[in-house]
T-cell receptor, first 114, second 112 residues
Framework: EPEVTQTPSHQVTQMGQEVILRCVPISNHLYFYWYRQILGQKVEFLVSFYNNEISEKSEIFDDQFSVERPDGSNFTLKIRSTKLEDSAMYFC????????????FGPGTRLTVT | DQQVKQNSPSLSVQEGRISILNCDYTNSMFDYFLWYKKYPAEGPTFLISISSIKDKNEDGRFTVFLNKSAKHLSLHIVPSQPGDSAVYFCAASDPGNTPLVFGKGTRLSVIA
């Protein structure tokens, strides 16, 4: 069964460093998303991406964040200068369409900023 | 700002019995609702969804009920199995936006 994959599973970085989180969405899906879950809190939307551009973003997704689809399969989230409060699980998701289409999530990357 | 609320952080049910997980929402614009299951160290797994034009959707042991007037939905699992033990998230979206808005989750423990 097709699934969303994410690498790495765990990333430890120092405050102020740049990190890139990688995702391979399901191959026939057209819409891609990043969510995050800070420990003990709910899953929060960061950004959605369609047709090689951001379609929506939350207020969490500020200038230190960027997304890219560098080739036909990968979808990346870059955090330019990490802060302690960026420590969270980051989930990538994809869906076939933009509405009434279930979003399928990857296993997540645990980002720890020290 | 909790647009999607799951007021029970945990629920314990005996194997074979019915599990009922509840979710309330405040945004009347929400028209699509989903339930996800999450095991530790894994991403949320899609379970079942319902559009606001329906009041019930069934898939095997899982049934979701939607009461629009009460802004309430519930997930019924019958019969409950030990493998159902996980955190269950309710999520919703509105016509103008694709992002899912999640509740905080309910941890279900099915006791053998």
């Amino acid at each position: 069964e097709p699934e969303v994959t994410q690498t790495p599973s765990h990333q430890v970085t120092q405050m102020g460093q740049e990190v890139i989180l990688r995702c391979v969405p399901i191959s026939n899906h057209l819409y891609f998303y990043w969510y995050r879950q800070i420990l003990g809190q709910k899953v929060e939307f960061l950004v959605s991406f369609y047709n090689n551009e951001i379609s929506e973003k939350s207020e969490i997704f500020d200038d230190q964040f960027s997304v890219e689809r560098p080739d036909g399969s990968n979808f990346t989230l870059k955090i330019r200068s990490t802060k302690l409060e960026d420590s969270a699980m980051y989930f990538c998701a994809s869906s076939e369409g933009d509405r009434v289409n279930e979003q399928y999530f990857g296993p997540g990357t645990r980002l720890t900023v020290t | 700002d909790q647009q999607v609320k799951q007021n029970s952080p945990s629920l314990s049910v005996q194997e074979g019995r019915i599990s009922i997980l509840n979710c309330d929402y405040t945004n009347s614009m929400f028209d699509y609702f989903l339930w996800y299951k999450k095991y530790p160290a894994e991403g949320p797994t899609f379970l079942i969804s319902i559009s606001s034009i329906k009041d019930k959707n069934e898939d095997g042991r899982f049934t979701v009920f939607l009461n629009k007037s009460a802004k309430h939905l519930s997930l019924h699992i019958v019969p409950s199995q030990p493998g159902d033990s996980a955190v269950y998230f309710c999520a919703a979206s509105d016509p103008g936006n694709t992002p899912l808005v999640f509740g905080k989750g309910t941890r279900l423990s099915v006791i053998a």
